[in-house]
């Protein structure tokens, strides 16, 4: 307790120090009565001063002359006036032939027909959700009968893929046998040409080596070789 009365003793004496020896100094040789003298004279000027700039923009006021100024701004407007005529213009063109007649084309036709596109669209939901919901209704019976009902399809697909493999075979069988027989047709043509190729073949090696009968030989031997063929 007695250190704290110390600090606040000490704080008052500071204080009290301070103050008696600004006063002091304030009184000594006039310096505090100076001071003021100085501070009041610094702002005397300043009033002073924007006193006499406030006379001086009266008077310069005084002598101004608009009139050049007014006329230019009038030249200027007289200048944009017609642009800006026209600009209305076509404000009010626009906004007579193109923005209200959209407008009445807008409530007239497009918007019922929005909104009947809307109203359309929640049917359409609508019978959407009620088979949603006959669907979902149903899926107990459904499962219920799911296993009969996969055997079910599942024999009927036996059954398409036996008649399928038994007309198949069918075919093919059928292919086969027309095959073989074709075969067997030309079978020996092939052969019987060869033979009479090579029977015209002797007959004219024969002839050419025959004396005075070329040409008896050729013609026995190419009409003996070809009725042998029409008769064959």
Do not use: H
Not at 14 to 42: C, H
Request: proline share 2%.
């Amino acid at each position: 307790m007695k250190n704290i009365l110390k600090i606040i003793t000490g704080i008052n004496k500071t204080a009290s120090n301070l103050i008696d020896n600004f006063a002091k100094a304030w009184e000594e040789s006039d310096v505090g009565k100076r001071i003021l003298t100085i501070i009041f004279e610094m702002l005397n000027k300043a009033v002073g001063t924007i006193a006499n700039c406030a006379k001086k923009a009266a008077e310069w006021a005084s002598t101004i002359d608009f009139a050049p100024l007014l006329e230019s701004v009038l030249e200027l407007l007289n200048s944009i006036k017609p642009i800006w005529d026209a600009v209305w213009n076509g404000v009010e063109w626009a906004f007579q032939y193109v923005i209200l007649p959209y407008l009445k084309a807008l409530i007239e036709n497009r918007l019922p027909g929005i909104i009947l596109f809307i109203s359309s669209l929640f049917d359409t939901l609508d019978g959407f959700f009620t088979w949603l919901g006959d669907v979902f209704a149903g899926v107990p019976g459904f499962f219920a009968n799911l296993w009969e009902n996969i055997q079910n399809i599942w024999n009927k697909l036996e059954e398409f893929g036996g008649w399928l493999y038994e007309k198949v075979s069918e075919i093919v069988d059928w292919f086969g046998e027309k095959w073989n027989g074709i075969k067997e047709i030309f079978a020996g043509v092939g052969e019987w040409f060869r033979e009479k190729f090579t029977e015209a073949w002797e007959a004219v090696k024969y002839v050419f080596s025959s004396g005075g009968a070329i040409f008896d030989g050729i013609v026995d031997g190419i009409f003996n070789v070809f009725r042998d063929v029409v008769n064959g």
